[in-house]
């Protein structure tokens, strides 16, 4: 087998020639990983959509899986989804029906519609995440996409020597509290402390640098409040332009592969309380995850 990339308008590949549902050579691992590391956002058309093993599988090959704990809490303890590497991003309860339009899940999720890197608010960030369409809306809930490798190279050397070294605090609670999930307990809070990152960040395998930023960032360690939240809404502004920009509208059996770590992402809105869109995603880890 070998892979079939075919580089997509401005950034991000589509890559044939390949059966992920199948158990894939590590050559073919390999090549996949290289791929992303040159295209930041691998799109795979399949014919059927993955089942959940067949996704778990696939992206057990890249690295330690995150495991779900959030969904979990906000739903009462019920999960709708078997596997606890599955991150159910879909619009539906644990029974399978629309969530309420006053269900907690629900605002959870409205986080998603702004530009985001999943899990910067760890200090274990994601690497990979592996989102799979299995029910799609007649309209809308496409996923937009930023190259921050390439919005990171746009910038001039002076700006470059001025970001880089720049310490950012990611919190979950943030993006939440900006997407208008403000119910939230000390208890709950408490188990998600915030993180520090690098503002700019490198790939450990090619050195490449990339703006590390997302709707979690809430401000530059050092830095006046005002200045600070000034300059990160400067930069989503800038890396989430038009040049860096690719737009996924889905097919049935899509399965989008994206670097966390040189892309944001947010979904689009559709009608969310007629329409069901399942997705699921599975994410790598930088590290094994202490459960
Ligand atoms: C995600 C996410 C966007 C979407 O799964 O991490 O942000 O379009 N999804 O569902
Ligand atoms: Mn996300």
Not at 69 to 96: W, Y
Not at 100 to 129: E, I, K, P
Not at 152 to 173: C, F, P, Q
């Amino acid at each position: 087998m070998s892979l079939d990339v075919k580089p997509l308008d401005k950034f991000g590949a589509e890559i044939a020639g390949i059966d992920i549902s199948q158990k894939l050579d590590a050559s073919v691992v390999d090549a996949i990983r290289a791929a992303i590391d040159i295209h930041g956002v691998l799109v795979f058309r399949n014919a059927a959509p993955l089942s959940d093993s067949q996704q778990i599988a696939f992206a057990g090959g890249f690295g330690p899986l995150q495991h779900l704990s959030m969904i979990k809490m906000l739903g009462g303890g019920a999960t709708r989804l078997d596997h606890t590497e599955l991150i159910d991003v879909s619009n539906l309860d644990e029974t399978g029906k629309i969530v309420g339009a006053d269900d907690r899940r629900r605002h959870f999720h409205d986080a998603n519609l702004l530009w985001h890197t999943d899990v910067s608010f760890d200090a274990n960030r994601a690497v990979y995440s592996i989102l799979s369409a299995r029910i799609l809306p007649p309209a809308g809930g496409d996923t937009d996409f930023a190259d921050m490798r390439g919005a990171y190279a746009a910038l001039t050397d002076k700006r470059k020597a001025e970001l880089d070294g720049l310490e950012v605090e990611h919190s979950i609670w943030y993006s939440r509290a900006l997407g208008g999930f403000t119910a939230v307990s000390e208890d709950e809070m408490a188990t998600r402390p915030p993180a520090r990152h690098g503002l700019v960040s490198a790939n450990p395998r090619t050195g490449t640098k990339a703006l590390y930023l997302a709707s979690h960032a809430s401000h530059i360690i050092g830095w006046p409040e005002d200045e600070s939240r000034a300059l990160l809404d400067e930069l989503i502004d800038y890396a989430t332009e038009d040049r860096f920009f690719y737009g996924h509208v889905w097919q049935p059996g899509d399965v989008v592969m994206w670097d966390n770590q040189t892309t944001m992402h947010r979904a689009t809105e559709f009608d969310s309380l007629t329409h069901v869109r399942d997705m699921r995603r599975v994410t790598t880890l930088e590290r094994e995850m202490v459960r």
